[in-house]
């Protein structure tokens, strides 16, 4: 995609939508997230991603939705983002 247009809540700073444009700027995918998961870290609650609806824009609005389920804290260690740590 050519440029994403995002949407973010003024009461708690998450992404709740999102654009997908196209480089002459039609919108050709959308998307909406749910925070109803918790976790908790260092002791406080924070909202975690529970759903996101992608809608097609293109093709009579087909959508796919995605479920996170029973989300875990962890600690992931810096290395696991290196290109040289991919197969």
Same mark, same amino acid.
């Given at each position: 995609?050519?440029?994403?247009?995002?949407?973010?809540?003024?009461?708690?700073?998450? %992404?709740?939508?999102?654009?997908?444009?196209?480089?002459? %700027?039609? =919108?050709?995918?959308?998307?909406?997230?749910?925070?109803?998961?918790?976790?908790?870290?260092? %002791? =406080?609650?924070? *909202?975690?991603?529970?759903?996101?609806?992608?809608?097609?824009?293109?093709?009579?609005?087909?959508?796919?939705?995605?479920?996170?389920?029973?989300?875990?804290?962890?600690?992931? *260690?810096?290395?696991?983002?290196?290109?040289?740590?991919?197969?």
């Amino acid at each position: 995609f050519r440029y994403v247009t995002y949407w973010i809540a003024k009461d708690n700073l998450l %992404g709740i939508k999102a654009e997908f444009h196209s480089a002459s %700027g039609k =919108k050709m995918k959308s998307a909406t997230v749910e925070y109803d998961n918790r976790v908790l870290i260092d %002791g =406080k609650t924070h *909202p975690i991603v529970s759903k996101i609806t992608f809608c097609d824009e293109l093709s009579n609005r087909d959508r796919v939705t995605v479920y996170f389920v029973d989300p875990i804290a962890q600690e992931i *260690p810096d290395d696991a983002f290196s290109i040289k740590s991919t197969p």
